[in-house]
T-cell receptor
Framework: RKEVEQDPGPFNVPEGATVAFNCTYS??????FFWYRQDCRKEPKLLMS???SGNEDGRFTAQLNRASQYISLLIRDSKLSDSATYLC???????????FGTGTRLKVLA | DTGVSQNPRHKITKRGQNVTFRCDPI?????LYWYRQTLGQGPEFLTY????????KSRLLSDRFSAERPKGSFSTLEIQRTEQGDSAMYLC?????????????FGPGTRLTVL
């Protein structure tokens, strides 16, 4: 079993739709969580950190469920420019290396 | 541009040749990381440095791979006797660790094709 698992998609949604992605992690010692965005043939870029209490940044909401060991990303009012791969990142206590999920591809359709 | 830079951006080589990639991190960042990404997968951790010390190496990093960060600034990743399975995007990232916060900034990557 992979340490961090995501549904690879693709998720094809119309403009204006709300879409949600989940990411599960296997190591209960995981302490930090992020969502990164990666455009085709580009480097990953930080979208948002995920805090225990949940956090929101404009149209994006991230949540953490430690009991069930998953994090989620909700995108409201999808834009064409949101089309990308969304990578879940987990950091385990005592280390600084990122453990990435496979990424979830999102295509927002006009 | 004060971000992470990587050179070359693309490298095509024949099987059995040696290749070396360079990464220049953001100047004040004390940690530097190497990852490898293949098509349809997320990046996989290879190794990281704090200043010039190499603190962790993945089991993915076979004996043919070596990384250095001699002066705690730029880093090089060398692959000896390349194999077709080494074809991938090699990503470098850097971070300034402050307490428990550790946002990593990625470079544009070096795309390696082994023929």
């Amino acid at each position: 079993r992979k340490e961090v698992e995501q549904d690879p998609g693709p998720f094809n949604v119309p403009e204006g739709a709300t879409v949600a992605f989940n990411c599960t992690y296997s190591n209960s010692a995981s302490q930090s969580f992020f969502w990164y965005r990666q455009d085709c043939r580009k480097e990953p870029k930080l979208l948002m950190s995920v805090y225990s209490s949940g956090n929101e940044d404009g149209r994006f909401t991230a949540q953490l469920n430690r009991a069930s060991q998953y994090i989620s990303l909700l995108i409201r009012d999808s834009k064409l420019s949101d089309s990308a791969t969304y990578l879940c990142v987990v950091i385990t206590s005592g280390t600084y290396k990122y453990i990435f999920g496979t990424g979830t591809r999102l295509k927002v359709l006009a | 541009d004060t971000g992470v830079s990587q050179n070359p951006r693309h490298k095509i080589t024949k099987r059995g040749q040696n290749v070396t990639f360079r990464c220049d991190p953001i100047s004040e960042h004390n940690r530097l990381y190497w990852y490898r990404q293949t098509l349809g997968q997320g990046p996989e951790f290879l190794t990281y440095f704090q200043n010039e010390a190499q603190l962790e190496k993945s089991r993915l990093l076979s004996d043919r791979f070596s990384a250095e960060r001699p002066k705690g600034s730029f880093s090089t990743l060398e692959i000896q006797r390349t194999e077709q399975g080494d074809s991938a995007m090699y990503l470098c990232a850097s971070s300034l660790v402050r307490g428990s916060y550790n946002e990593q900034f990625f470079g544009p990557g070096t795309r390696l094709t082994v023929l």
